[in-house]
């Protein structure tokens, strides 16, 4: 059981907007920056979002993050079926381990 | 083109010993610290080990800890893993993974390798 909790699965239909949330605690979330990852069925994960809320370059800014307290969300706006994946939230622990989630399945019908 | 390559996967009974490979190109590797990730089927990601640029900072996950030793070689751009003591639990694909804060660590991992599958099993 992941210290980072997200729910196991998410569905939207196209063009809506979807949020994946990731809830941890004051010693990783709350204390440290959230990043948000993607992974399309049989390939490695690719990041989608760094420092809570910032997109690497090349990421559609269909894709937000944001934080408050020691939880964060990955908001998807403009659902496309390319979106389908998983998707993992991450921070760094005080323990200095870096923690995942457990992983979001995200469907669009 | 920025990639990283992961190698030293294979088949190996529990108790044994394995030593993966990441060689990196495209980015000047001795900015960056690097990471082990890994995934076991059908699973989701769990951090295994970081290293910083200069090695003078390393951390594993606690699942890990005393089995596993990250290292490094900048003048050859290469991680590795040495996984001793191996498990069936520790049957996963290991990415290797580069940082995207140059100097120091953010947590964030902005390039991964294609993986390289390590199969526990007797």
């Known amino acids: 059981q992941s210290v980072l909790t997200q729910p196991p699965s998410a569905s939207g239909t196209p063009g809506q907007r979807v949020t994946i949330s990731c809830s941890g605690s004051s010693s990783n979330i709350g204390s440290n920056t959230v990043n948000w990852y993607q992974q399309l069925p049989g390939t490695a994960p690719k990041l989608l979002i760094y420092?809570?809320?910032q997109r690497p370059s090349g990421v559609p800014d269909r894709f937000s993050g944001s934080k408050s307290g020691t939880s964060a969300s990955l908001a998807i706006s403009g659902l496309q079926s390319e979106d389908e994946a998983d998707y993992y939230c991450?921070?760094?622990?005080?323990?200095?381990?870096?923690?995942f989630g457990g992983g979001t399945k995200l469907t669009v019908l | 083109e920025v990639q990283l390559v992961e190698s030293g996967g294979g088949l190996v009974q529990p108790g044994r010993s394995l030593r993966l490979s990441c060689a990196a190109s495209g980015f000047t590797f001795d900015d960056y610290a690097m990471h082990w990730v890994r995934q076991a089927p059908g699973k989701g990601l769990e951090w295994v080990s970081g290293?910083?640029?200069?090695?003078?900072?390393?951390g594993y996950a606690d699942s890990v800890k005393g089995r596993f030793t990250i290292s490094r070689d900048n003048a050859k751009n290469s991680l590795y893993l040495q996984m001793n003591s191996l498990r069936a639990e520790d049957t996963a694909l290991y990415y290797c993974?580069?940082?995207?804060?140059?100097?120091?660590?953010?947590?964030?991992?902005?390039?991964w390798g294609q993986g390289t599958m390590v199969t526990v099993s007797s």
């Open positions: 420092s809570n809320n």
């Open positions: 290293i910083s640029w200069n090695s003078g900072s390393i």
């Open positions: 991450a921070a760094w622990d005080d323990s200095l381990n870096v923690l």
């Open positions: 993974a580069k940082d995207e804060l140059r100097g120091s660590s953010s947590g964030a991992f902005d390039i």
